[in-house]
């Protein structure tokens, strides 16, 4: 079992940066690939990015490429998305999601354990 808090959502102009976090539970942790997503008003939650257990792999979705920035620090059990010259197209909910994998899938059907959620809001 893994249990997953995401925090750190907020309001923030367009240009401005968060950090969210995900806090997860159980010494297992560094064998679990982290994915962020996020849900758009009225959409399919959507992949944002991941990152694999031990940190040796990450991956983006093309819209956030060299704007997000994803990383982890297992001796917290903390992943993190660093989110850079923010624009109201990233106003969302924010979740984190877990499996045991060595990959970073894409798709939210592949992910085990769910956090809550955080909401972001981003305004011109």
């Known amino acids: 079992q893994v249990q997953l808090v995401e925090s750190g959502g907020g309001l923030v102009q367009t240009g401005g940066s968060l950090r969210l976090s995900c806090g997860a539970s159980?010494?297992?942790?560094?064998?679990?690939?982290i994915t962020w997503f996020r849900q758009h008003p009225g959409r399919e939650r959507e992949f944002v990015a991941g990152?694999?257990?031990?940190?040796?792999?990450?991956s983006y979705a093309d819209s956030v490429k060299g704007q997000f920035t994803i990383s982890r620090d297992n001796a917290k059990n903390i992943v993190y998305l660093q989110m850079n010259n923010l624009k109201p197209e990233d106003t969302a909910v924010y979740y984190c999601?877990?499996?045991?994998?060595?990959?970073?899938?894409?798709?939210?059907?592949?992910?085990?354990?769910w956090g809550q959620g955080t909401q972001v809001t981003v305004t011109s």
């Open positions: 999601a877990a499996v045991f994998s060595d990959r970073a899938p894409a798709f939210p059907r592949n992910y085990d354990y």
């Open positions: 159980g010494r297992t942790f560094t064998r679990y690939t």
């Open positions: 990152i694999t257990g031990t940190g040796d792999m990450t």
